[in-house]
């Protein structure tokens, strides 16, 4: 009889919580969502912690290891239509790690994006040509930045990478004509071509830790005028800052003898000097020549 007792109480209690599917109109979804993901959106912000509704539609293909081991996620546009793109962290109970190859290229309708904690790498010419895209928010995880990523992104002025950053590949961010400013994180390597075309970046501040920088990078950065190279760099590569007519103002961190033990396979192209940690180096270099001026 207590068994019987106890039962009809569970039932009743149970019947008398609150169903995920009774209320009506955003009050109903937003129960059905905490439900589902344990938040609660308004206007698609969690009221409990501040955590962005990722977007509807999205296409998620496996990735593996190099032992074809599965080991996440890689995301990529499917169906959405979303024009301001946030993307989740989990898919079928399972992580998320990286923007798809070529998952969002040539998609003029995108304005921004936001990629959470877990990423680790976006693949190559994931937002290529995705010319209204103004805005990137980049995971404190992401470790590199795959060959043309962002290229031909003309409407993107500014982007910052997280500490534990690693690598930017090839042309990552070529012909990002309005891009302005870069915050360089924890970067170790730049691959060739990466600013290449960018006509609006100004400034630059390498982290120490960065080793590289390739070939080309910032050729035809015509407006960048200032400039701060790290006492770790030991290569720049050919044309590195080629057509870089107003490169006015570089300092470089190590000293004098330590910049010309650097590996050069090409050239500075700036015609004023190169203040070192000791003095200065003045280094000259006329585009189609294979000389150095001292």
Same mark, same amino acid.
């Given at each position: 009889?207590?068994?019987?007792?106890?039962?009809?109480?569970?039932?009743?209690?149970?019947?008398?919580?609150?169903?995920?599917?009774?209320?009506?109109?955003?009050?109903?979804?937003?129960?059905?969502?905490?439900?589902?993901?344990?938040?609660?959106?308004?206007?698609?912000?969690?009221?409990?912690?501040?955590?962005?509704?990722?977007?509807?539609?999205?296409?998620?293909?496996?990735?593996?290891?190099?032992?074809?081991?599965?080991?996440?996620?890689?995301?990529?546009?499917?169906?959405?239509?979303?024009?301001?793109?946030?993307?989740?962290?989990?898919?079928?109970?399972?992580?998320?790690?990286?923007?798809?190859?070529?998952?969002?290229?040539?998609?003029?309708?995108?304005?921004?994006?936001?990629?959470p904690e877990g990423y680790i790498s976006i693949?190559?010419?994931?937002?290529?040509?995705?010319?209204?895209?103004?805005?990137?928010?980049?995971?404190?995880? @992401?470790?590199?930045? &795959?060959?043309?990523? *962002?290229? %031909? $992104? +003309?409407? /993107?002025?500014?982007?910052?990478? !997280? =500490? #534990?950053?690693?690598?930017?590949?090839?042309?990552?961010?070529?012909?990002?004509?309005?891009?302005?400013?870069?915050?360089?994180?924890? @970067?170790?390597?730049? &691959?060739?071509?990466? *600013?290449? %075309? $960018? +006509?609006? /970046?100004?400034?630059?501040?390498? !982290? =120490? #830790?960065?080793?590289?920088?390739?070939?080309?990078?910032?050729?035809?950065?015509?407006?960048?005028?200032?400039?701060?190279?790290?006492?770790?760099?030991?290569?720049?590569?050919?044309?590195?800052?080629?057509?870089?007519?107003?490169?006015?103002?570089?300092?470089?961190? #190590?000293?004098?003898?330590?910049?010309?033990?650097?590996?050069?396979?090409?050239?500075?192209?700036?015609?004023?000097?190169?203040?070192?940690?000791?003095?200065?180096?003045?280094?000259?270099?006329?585009?189609?020549?294979?000389?150095?001026?001292?």
């Amino acid at each position: 009889m207590k068994k019987l007792v106890l039962i009809l109480t569970a039932i009743a209690l149970l019947m008398s919580l609150p169903s995920c599917d009774k209320g009506e109109g955003e009050n109903a979804e937003e129960i059905k969502e905490s439900a589902k993901e344990k938040h609660t959106y308004v206007e698609g912000i969690c009221t409990d912690c501040g955590a962005l509704k990722p977007s509807e539609g999205l296409e998620f293909k496996p990735v593996t290891d190099d032992n074809g081991d599965f080991i996440g996620y890689g995301v990529s546009v499917g169906s959405c239509t979303d024009t301001d793109l946030v993307f989740p962290t989990e898919h079928e109970g399972k992580p998320v790690i990286k923007v798809y190859y070529g998952g969002f290229e040539k998609l003029d309708t995108i304005t921004s994006v936001v990629i959470p904690e877990g990423y680790i790498s976006i693949d190559t010419g994931a937002f290529e040509n995705c010319t209204s895209l103004a805005s990137v928010t980049l995971p404190s995880t @992401l470790e590199r930045i &795959e060959n043309w990523s *962002f290229k %031909g $992104c +003309t409407s /993107l002025k500014e982007i910052t990478l !997280p =500490e #534990g950053f690693k690598t930017m590949g090839r042309g990552a961010f070529i012909n990002c004509t309005s891009l302005e400013k870069v915050n360089f994180g924890g @970067l170790e390597t730049l &691959e060739d071509e990466v *600013f290449r %075309g $960018c +006509t609006s /970046l100004n400034s630059l501040v390498f !982290p =120490e #830790g960065t080793t590289s920088i390739g070939g080309y990078a910032f050729d035809g950065c015509q407006n960048l005028y200032d400039m701060i190279l790290p006492k770790s760099l030991t290569f720049i590569g050919a044309g590195a800052f080629n057509d870089c007519y107003s490169l006015i103002n570089c300092k470089y961190s #190590g000293t004098t003898a330590e910049f010309e033990a650097m590996e050069f396979g090409g050239a500075l192209n700036n015609e004023e000097p190169i203040i070192t940690s000791d003095g200065y180096i003045k280094r000259l270099y006329y585009k189609g020549s294979d000389e150095w001026f001292f």
